[in-house]
């Protein structure tokens, strides 16, 4: 990959290989052509990020991310609609809803239902019942082709939970950029979830997620991106992407007291099985 300007510079390269489990590799492209998609694969391979979940947050989103799936055997697919994007939908709620129905059902390339799920910080109180409307289907989703429920829960943990109970809790849930505390963590983990962190663990202001890593059993561990958002101190500010994951592993395992090799040997097998196997 020929380095731009303004990506941060490649890390060392992990000891051994892990999944980017949450990227949005469309949005970087949308955005003004970052990283193209067989550049953005190569250069996290280089570093020891050898497969990517793309994630899709509409319908165009989701549809490209299993049309990337299908021509790129290192990426599989998650598709959904967005929190946020529900509202906005209106009357058309419905008919989205059918159309990722029909995705999520389009092959094995596609292993998850996401990102889904409640955001109260960006939609206000008349957004919310078709927020939970939403994320109901995409429960329901899940449980029925047998796709990994991807959840983005912002300033919603008690009604994310609530509506997961209410619903059932399929057989692999991830709680993508996990955002609680550790007594939220307990609960997620209580249901069965795998805690993903993003590079905001790595902030300075971000004690309560690093309580949260403290807690959480080795084998419910994820990592992720959510490129080209969130990148990893010391690079805020700078767009995101897969390659940069060892920057996040790193900082984990030293938290966490533990080797970068069994941290990443970790990882690599949690992704399997929250995902329904290898790819």
Same mark, same amino acid.
């Given at each position: 990959?020929?380095?731009?300007?303004?990506?941060?510079?490649?890390?060392?390269?992990?000891?051994?290989?892990?999944?980017?489990?949450?990227?949005?590799?469309?949005?970087?492209?949308?955005?003004?052509?970052?990283?193209?998609?067989?550049?953005?694969?190569?250069?996290?391979?280089?570093?020891?990020?050898?497969?990517?979940?793309?994630?899709?947050?509409?319908?165009?989103?989701?549809?490209?991310?299993?049309?990337?799936?299908?021509?790129?055997?290192?990426?599989?697919?998650?598709?959904?609609?967005?929190?946020?994007?529900?509202?906005?939908?209106?009357?058309?709620?419905?008919?989205?809803?059918?159309?990722?129905?029909?995705?999520?059902?389009?092959?094995?390339?596609?292993?998850?239902?996401?990102?889904?799920?409640?955001?109260?910080?960006?939609?206000?109180?008349?957004?919310?019942?078709?927020?939970?409307?939403?994320?109901r289907a995409h429960i329901e989703m899940a449980k029925r082709h047998d796709k990994t429920?991807?959840?983005?829960d912002r300033d919603s943990h008690d009604d994310v939970l609530?509506?997961?109970?209410?619903?059932?809790?399929?057989?692999?849930?991830?709680?993508?950029?996990?955002?609680?505390?550790?007594?939220?963590?307990?609960?997620?983990?209580?249901?069965?979830?795998?805690?993903?962190?993003?590079?905001?663990?790595?902030?300075?202001? +971000?004690?309560?997620?690093?309580?949260?890593?403290?807690?959480?059993?080795?084998?419910?561990?994820?990592?992720?991106?959510?490129?080209?958002?969130?990148?990893? +101190?010391?690079?805020?500010?700078?767009?995101?992407?897969?390659?940069?994951?060892?920057?996040?592993?790193?900082?984990?395992?030293?938290?966490?007291?533990?080797?970068?090799?069994?941290?990443?040997?970790?990882?690599?097998?949690?992704?399997?099985?929250?995902?329904?196997?290898?790819?």
């Amino acid at each position: 990959m020929t380095q731009r300007a303004d990506y941060p510079p490649a890390p060392e390269p992990l000891p051994f290989p892990v999944v980017d489990n949450h990227c949005h590799l469309d949005t970087e492209l949308r955005g003004g052509g970052q990283l193209a998609v067989r550049e953005a694969i190569d250069a996290a391979a280089a570093v020891g990020v050898t497969r990517i979940v793309q994630i899709g947050c509409d319908l165009e989103g989701s549809r490209w991310a299993v049309r990337a799936a299908e021509e790129h055997s290192e990426l599989v697919a998650g598709v959904a609609l967005h929190p946020n994007e529900a509202p906005r939908l209106g009357d058309s709620l419905t008919e989205a809803l059918a159309e990722i129905d029909r995705l999520a059902a389009s092959g094995p390339h596609v292993r998850a239902v996401g990102e889904t799920g409640l955001d109260y910080f960006r939609t206000g109180e008349d957004g919310r019942a078709a927020q939970h409307e939403s994320f109901r289907a995409h429960i329901e989703m899940a449980k029925r082709h047998d796709k990994t429920l991807v959840i983005h829960d912002r300033d919603s943990h008690d009604d994310v939970l609530t509506l997961l109970d209410e619903c059932g809790v399929p057989e692999r849930t991830v709680m993508h950029c996990f955002s609680g505390d550790a007594d939220f963590a307990r609960a997620c983990l209580d249901r069965g979830a795998w805690l993903s962190f993003a590079g905001t663990v790595t902030f300075k202001n +971000a004690d309560n997620l690093r309580e949260a890593l403290a807690i959480t059993p080795r084998d419910r561990i994820l990592v992720e991106t959510d490129a080209p958002f969130l990148t990893p +101190a010391p690079y805020r500010g700078k767009p995101n992407a897969s390659y940069l994951i060892p920057v996040t592993v790193r900082f984990m395992a030293d938290f966490l007291g533990v080797s970068t090799e069994s941290l990443c040997l970790d990882i690599e097998a949690n992704t399997d099985r929250a995902f329904g196997g290898r790819w």
